[in-house]
């Protein structure tokens, strides 16, 4: 996934990051070969994640480039374990030059932990680039949940398939902190999905497959937008609500109402 957000241009020198909660069997098995392994010391999160205290996540370090993931992920990427409480982190493996997981952390944990709780365990990615043709549309569109969806679903048939729930929109906030874990957490209760403005996006997913799909669908989407907004000031024709909900009957999906 991080080899080929880069290929895409997602991952500009250290932009973007990734995390994936381990399995509670994968977990139990880590922990058992890590027994003897000297770990880190106990650092402060940020923000407090107490659904997911004792987990083990995988994760990119701050300041790594994604790039480099595949070729040594024993340098740029860790295996981090939270306390009982979910405030504190400690390294069981890798950034073995030294590091700390991503900046978005908070982001990634608090994602997790509603994530998790929503649907039983079954989401375990979360993963963040920065797409230009999208980050490009949040300098245009209302920075709003519908303009965005509606925008993106009628870019091409497949999108309201891939995310019937639209997608969440967070204001320009300054990244790296608790804050915009709150608000990009919040949107992610009802959405996989959600843009940063003027920063990236934020996959959620039940596999590394899905996320990427999710980030590149996305960004195709912007993309395709971008093509027929430069093309003419109004597009022709489009998808239309009985379209939408066509496809929803057909596909058995149950897609958001309130944006068509
Ligand atoms: O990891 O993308 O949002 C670098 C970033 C911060
Ligand atoms: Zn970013």
Redesign the pocket.
Known sequence: MCEIGDRLGFHER????ASYHLLPEEAKSAKKRLAKKKTGPWVDIGTSVPELGGDLFLV?G?GKFMRNVAYDPEVNICLAELNAEGTQYRIRWGLSKGGRP???FPTHLMNHEVKTRLTGGAYRVIY?A?PPQLIALTFVLPLRDRDFTRALWNTMTECPVIFPEGIGVVKWMV??GRDIAVETSKLMAKYNNVIWAH??LFCAADSFDNAMGQMETIEKAAHIYNIVHSMVPKPRQGITSEGYLAIARDFHLEISKRFL
């Open positions: 250290n932009g973007g990051n990119t701050s991503t900046s978005e963040h920065h990244p790296g920063h990236g």
